[in-house]
């Protein structure tokens, strides 16, 4: 029995190339993604490594407010000057240097715009020289406060060389500089992972970088040789107190890769989500193949069971042939997912400024989650299919007929007890518990239930489809021949159901939306003019703070306040806050009843936030911020949080205490009578000296910032893309085995007069009925789902719901134009089927 199972494998390898396929693309997602987590994981292991060679020991504050990779930029806190000279007296430290180092120093080029990163940090640093690391290329280090060095990968992108007068954005406000030295790193690099860094001489590093003299973000120590790091650190511990981490250079490479790795698991998550989408979608594909031919090896199965072959070896026969395509498609996958792997690590090293990636490795968990899924995934496709043939009655071998189609009974049952099971599922977490997981396994139960429901949907919708393409005796046999199987037609449909759901769904809550915040910004931002900018690095773009008072004495101004945000710890629970320069004046911009001038030591918070926590005017809240004590804050006023755009908001001191001391946005009103052309090129022309940043008018800064929803829809697009291609190749390979299921019927259709051209058009006509069908359905029930969850999001200000009808109309037309592409191999290969062998055909 296995030795005919596995020739009848070979006999049709043609036929199962296509189902195989679906299982390779699914699986490659899978191996792509943990392929590229293993990779980028070990160069981030040793970029770290390398950036924590030289150093042996370093003492750092506690950060006052600790925050972790995913929820944003830890806030360093500075210590003090004096502390290198209590390190360096410690017993078998060699040598303590005080270092300034962190994010935020821009370098404008030459072009006059800033450099941008997206994802490494842009450093401001002290210099204190080179070491075994660092190699100087040309000129030398700062000596003066007016000089500045950079790495080679900032003198690059910058296109600036030693002698250029350099403008440089930090805690202050663009200051220029003389670069006076260009350095570089061992084995020819640029950078250490992209990161681009600018060196000052101390006090100016201290000034630009952390708003004060006398301190340091961290004492790095090289120990006398012969000591071992981890004594020398123990010692230094108890020198310095509990105020302090102090830890050894592998233990701060050990740490820092550690937060890396933990956003790269996200990245990992979203890869594999997207792959169990595929492989969904590929479970129709291989759910119909099996079933297709099964339903054509009728009498080949009966005839086995008709010589002596028991049921259970029927079903052992197809579960082996799925099986032996499993492995294969999973091997093939593995492949796939490797390449997948690799390009995304170039991709992500190209992106990142210069990250010189570790060579591409295939780690244990690629190589068993691509057997195992792509192994499970076949099989599990196959077991209906192999229960149906084991039914075949062995007096079958002697009926020249298929497998008679089967009531819909059972399966519309089970399709509507499912569905409901799975809308139950996605009304609960949408509207009760709030929990992904389970919306998540509604989302799936509710497919598979509308798929059960599928062939008893398939039969009225297309006839009615195919009722277009009645004009001609070949589109009347198409549509007659594309409703002929529902079941089939069902399955195949389903593919592509899924694929395009998902896209529709998404598409309407990301427009909804995105709508949604547009119009709720139009409503409560009264600001006539917006001072702010496009994020292009890890920390937002910000301006110098006297901008605001400059703006509010330009003629024709009513008021100007700014926005400075960062995370805080208030009673104990670490949140964002706002502060303001001017609480009645931001009031203003947002069109809200007068809100007093806040003072040092009082706050307001919104009315929402008030009520959870049963606070009122008077209470007193610990307000922890990034750098600085813990402060006692008054509450003074509340407000609606909708009508405002913070929860929490401080005076305008506060912001000295935040990790980033300039503004973020700036809001400016209008007197009355005022114009915007009289005003805007006034206020623009004050931010000339900010590149990050532009002064527009409100409509044009809120389509700004709600425009990143259009980025996210693209690539969610793409992503599914492959899970719609899959239902594709389901459309493609329905047909091909349609085609050679009906080879005598088209032989007789031949042989009675239908023309070559004829067949061909029969044949698209049936691909573009069941295409159709499938983009039909997807976009109704991605319609459906995405306004469920939009109804759902209510009470989180979507509250308007778009339905995206220019992409849905345009999904259809595509679907069509899918099912003309997809029966070009099986049309060609009917109309070139030989008449006599045809009809002779059994």
């Given at each position: ?12 390898k043609?036929?199962l190339?296509?189902?195989?396929l ?12 943990f392929v ?22 370093a ?13 944003g930029?830890q806030?360093?806190?500075p ?20 270092v300034i180092?962190?994010?935020?120093a821009?370098?404008i080029?030459s ?7 997206y994802?490494?940090?842009r450093?401001?640093m ?48 663009k ?8 350095w ?26 952390l ?6 973000t ?15 650190r ?35 998550n ?8 595929a ?22 199965l ?11 070896q ?5 579960l ?43 780690p244990?968990?690629a190589?068993?989650?691509s ?20 039914r ?6 002697m ?17 509507a ?17 709030s ?9 799936l ?32 046999l198409g ?17 592509l ?26 409503n ?17 773009p ?17 008021a ?5 945000n960062?995370?805080?710890?208030v009673?104990?629970e670490r ?5 303001t ?8 911009a947002?069109g ?44 003074v ?9 913070g ?10 205490e ?5 503004p ?28 990050e ?29 492959l899970a ?32 070559r051209a004829?067949t ?8 573009v ?6 983009a039909?359905?997807?976009?109704i ?19 308007d719901l ?6 849905m ?8 134009l ?13 109309a070139?089927?030989n008449?006599l ?6």
């Amino acid at each position: 029995m296995l030795r005919a199972t596995l020739k009848s494998l070979l006999a049709r390898k043609l036929r199962l190339v296509l189902s195989g396929l679906a299982v390779v693309l699914g699986v490659m997602f899978v191996a792509g993604a943990f392929v590229t987590t293993d990779t980028l994981g070990r160069t981030f292991d040793k970029l770290f490594a390398e950036g924590y060679s030289q150093t042996d020991v370093a003492v750092m504050a506690k950060p006052k407010v600790a925050v972790s990779e995913m929820e944003g930029e830890q806030v360093l806190t500075p210590l003090p000057a004096s502390l290198v000279d209590q390190v360096a007296a410690v017993p078998g430290v060699a040598k303590a240097t005080g270092v300034i180092s962190d994010d935020g120093a821009r370098v404008i080029g030459s072009d006059g715009k800033v450099v941008t990163s997206y994802g490494p940090p842009r450093i401001g640093m002290n210099w204190v020289g080179t070491d075994d690391l660092m190699q100087m290329r040309q000129g030398r280090g700062p000596e003066k406060d007016n000089e500045i060095a950079v790495n080679e990968a900032v003198a690059k992108a910058a296109g600036i060389k030693v002698g250029d007068r350099v403008g440089v954005l930090t805690q202050l406000p663009k200051k220029t500089f003389t670069l006076v030295g260009v350095w570089g790193y061992t084995e020819g690099r640029d950078s250490i992972g992209g990161v681009q860094e600018v060196a000052f001489t101390t006090p100016q590093a201290q000034r630009s970088m952390l708003g004060q003299t006398g301190v340091f973000t961290q004492v790095t120590v090289r120990v006398d040789k012969g000591r071992e790091p981890s004594a020398v650190r123990d010692q230094i511990a108890a020198r310095v107190g509990g105020s302090y981490d102090v830890k050894t250079g592998e233990q701060l490479a050990a740490d820092s890769a550690a937060q890396f790795k933990e956003a790269l698991s996200f990245f990992n998550n979203i890869l594999l989500g997207f792959a169990g989408v595929a492989l969904f979608v590929g479970t129709f594909l291989i759910l119909n193949t099996f079933s297709i031919i099964v339903a054509q090896r009728t009498r080949e199965l009966a005839l086995m069971r008709a010589l002596g072959a028991g049921r259970r070896q029927v079903i052992n026969s197809v579960l082996v042939e799925a099986l032996v395509i499993g492995l294969i498609a999973a091997v093939f996958g593995l492949g796939a997912g490797v390449g997948v792997g690799a390009l995304l690590v170039t991709l992500f090293g190209s992106m990142s400024g210069g990250l010189d990636p570790a060579p591409v490795g295939v780690p244990l968990a690629a190589i068993l989650s691509s057997l195992i899924v792509g192994v499970v995934v076949t099989v599990v496709a196959a077991v209906l299919p192999a229960l149906r043939a084991s039914r075949i009655s062995p007096i079958a071998a002697m009926q020249d007929v298929a497998t008679p189609d089967r009531p819909l009974t059972k399966v519309t049952v089970t399709g509507a007890i499912i569905g409901a099971a799975g809308a139950t599922m996605l009304g609960i977490g949408l509207y009760g518990t709030s929990s992904l997981w389970l919306i998540l396994a509604g989302v799936l139960v509710t497919f598979i239930g509308i798929a059960l429901l599928t062939p008893l949907i398939s039969k009225p919708v297309v006839a009615g489809l195919g009722r277009l393409f009645s004009w001609s005796v070949p589109g009347r046999l198409g549509r007659l021949n594309s409703g002929r199987n529902p079941r089939r037609t069902a399955i195949t449909a389903a593919a592509l159901m899924v694929g395009i759901a998902l896209v529709t769904g998404v598409t309407v809550v990301m427009d909804s939306a995105k709508q949604s915040i547009a119009a709720q910004a139009e409503n409560t931002v009264k600001a006539e003019i917006v001072i702010g900018g496009d994020q292009n690095g890890p920390r937002p773009p910000t301006f110098d703070d006297a901008v605001l008072a400059k703006t509010a004495a330009l003629p024709g101004v009513r008021a100007a306040a700014g926005l400075w945000n960062d995370q805080a710890l208030v009673n104990g629970e670490r949140t964002y806050v706002d502060s303001t320069d001017n609480l009645a004046k931001m009031a203003d911009a947002f069109g809200q009843a007068s809100l007093p001038v806040l003072k040092n030591g009082q706050m307001a918070v919104s009315q929402q936030e008030a009520a959870e926590h049963s606070w009122a005017v008077g209470s007193v809240l610990r307000i922890q911020l990034p750098r600085g004590e813990e402060h006692n804050y008054t509450i003074v006023a509340t407000y609606d949080e909708d009508a405002m755009p913070g929860t929490y908001f401080l005076p305008a001191a506060a912001s000295k205490e935040f990790g980033i001391t300039q503004p973020m946005l700036g809001f400016v009103r209008l007197a009355d009578g005022a114009t915007m052309a009289q005003v805007l090129p006034q206020v623009k022309a004050l931010v000339a000296d900010s590149p990050e940043v532009n002064a527009t008018d409100r409509s044009s800064y809120i389509n700004q910032q709600v425009g990143t929803f259009d980025t996210v829809i693209t690539m969610i697009q793409v992503l599914l893309g492959l899970a719609i291609l899959i239902a594709v190749l389901g459309v493609i390979n329905t047909l091909a085995l349609s085609v050679l299921e009906r080879t005598r019927e088209l032989g007789l259709l031949r042989a009675v007069g239908l023309g070559r051209a004829q067949t061909m058009r029969m044949v698209t006509v049936e691909a573009v009925v069941i295409s159709v069908f499938g983009a039909l359905l997807g976009v109704i029930v991605g319609a459906g789902l995405g306004s469920a969850v939009v109804q759902a999001l209510d009470g989180e200000g979507i509250t308007d719901l778009v339905l995206p009808w220019t992409q849905m109309a345009l999904y259809l037309g595509l679907a069509a134009l899918v099912g003309v592409l997809a029966a070009v191999l099986p049309s060609i290969k009917a109309a070139r089927l030989n008449v006599l062998a045809a009809i002779a055909h059994d």
